[in-house]
Every structure is written in C-alpha cells, then in structure tokens.
C-alpha cells in the first residue's frame, strides 16, 4: 500500500480520468 501513496488519494478523480483516456485511446 505504501507503494502508491498518491492512489488512494487521488484515486477518487483518477479513476474516471483513467478510464476516460483509456476509452479515448481506444477510438482513436
């Protein structure tokens, strides 16, 4: 857990920016 201190953090608005650029990456 230590590994990623940041994650849990930022992982509430990470998560959907992530996934938004990953779905945008796979259109283009």
Known sequence: MK???GLCIARS???Y????SLIL???L
């Open 3 to 5: 590994k990623l201190p």
């Open 25 to 27: 990456v796979a259109f």
């Open 17 to 20: 920016e992530v996934a938004a």
């Open 13 to 15: 608005i990470t998560f």
